[in-house]
């Protein structure tokens, strides 16, 4: 899609990260939670990936059939484990469960869903804030997944709540 404001994955991976790192911090300390957020903010860090070699690819696209999205899932696998390969054997042990996303501790995977979830919503969000009316369906979807998330982890209702809108707010409006 055309953007305004241009995105890579490691901006992406870092706003999911800081994320994913809050959300914990919520659930634990709001909702008797127990994951711990700086493994939370490392896995995200790595959730993209399979990126560096693959690109990324519109979410309509990439979900829009189901055979289509296994055979995709399956290069994304792919890219993920020759990421891993490349590292030196006595180090392969301490990335394959942080890089191939199959291999992720299932505790964290929403989490991970929440926050690249969110960073989406605020990618949306800023871009229709330029007048990018590319992103009004991208919007209405992503808002129909956050309607599931809040319900079901009343962290990322917190999180949308107390911090979206200044992740949207410009220098001059968080500094008054």
Known sequence: MHCIKPENVAEHSHQVAVIAHLLCVIKNERYGGDLNPEK???????HEIS???????????KYHNKDFTKQYKSLEHLAEQECVDTLPQDLKKYYSNIVIQNDVDPAYRPVLKAADTISAYLKSLDEQKFGNVEFDYVRKNIEKKLFSLKRDYPEVDDFLKVFAKNCLASIDELAS
């Open 51 to 61: 990126e560096s070699k693959l690109q990324d690819l519109n979410h309509v696209v």
């Open 40 to 46: 939370a903010a490392t896995l995200a860090i790595f």
